[in-house]
């Protein structure tokens, strides 16, 4: 996001099938709330292909991508680790330590979310570990409100850049206009 070094989603695991919907939701929110890059399980086309053709339309910008391994990633990360888990530290104790570290720094930080069960390794690699409260719900709920506090509620108001298509918002009804029509 403007004015923000850069915040890389990480998504853990994928299985074909029953996790369609939530790894390409990990995708969607990922870009909807600020982070600049989704990177998802190689088995994850199709979450890929949403989220390009969800920026062609809407803007970015934002780029998904498919790697083989995704654990490699999280081991090689030269910048700070989030995970998000239900085990982690409460979100509002470290965000305002996290947001520091990723500012002050040079590095890109690393936003992990799991699928199935989560290696331990996990757990020892990031920085942080990080629970939207200690209760179990879901990594887009999770990601959500982490993006949310991790840029203060500025990603609310980012501008999009090269979209073709522009939702107007209104009180009732829907309005979508071209973007050079504006
Ligand atoms: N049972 C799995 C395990 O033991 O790791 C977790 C499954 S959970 C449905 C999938 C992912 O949602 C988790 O890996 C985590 O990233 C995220 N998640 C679920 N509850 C969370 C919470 N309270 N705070 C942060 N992330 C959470």
Redesign the pocket.
């Known amino acids: 996001m403007e004015q923000f070094p850069e915040v890389v989603v990480c998504r ?1 695991g994928h299985r074909p099938g029953r996790d369609d919907r939530m790894t390409t939701h990990v995708g969607l929110t990922a870009r909807a709330l600020g982070a600049d890059r989704v990177i998802f399980p190689d088995n994850a086309t199709d979450a890929v292909e949403t989220a390009e053709d969800i920026t062609d339309r809407f803007g970015g910008p934002f780029t998904a991508e498919l790697v083989e391994k995704p654990a490699a990633v999280v081991r090689n990360w030269e910048g700070p680790i989030a ?6 530290e409460p ?1 509002q104790t470290v965000e305002s330590e996290i947001r520091s570290t990723v500012t002050e720094g040079d590095d890109p930080l690393l936003v ?7 290696p331990f390794e996990m757990y020892e690699q990031a920085d942080w570990n ?14 959500a ?2 993006l949310d506090r991790l840029f203060d509620g500025d990603e609310l108001d980012r501008e999009w850049v090269d979209a073709s298509r522009k939702v107007v918002p209104k009180e009732t009804g829907k309005l979508v206009l071209p973007v050079s029509e504006e």
């Open positions: 853990l995970h998000l888990t239900m085990y982690g979100v992990v979310v799991g699928a199935e069960k989560v990080v629970g939207v409260t200690n209760q179990p719900h879901s990594e887009i709920a999770g990601l409100v982490f």
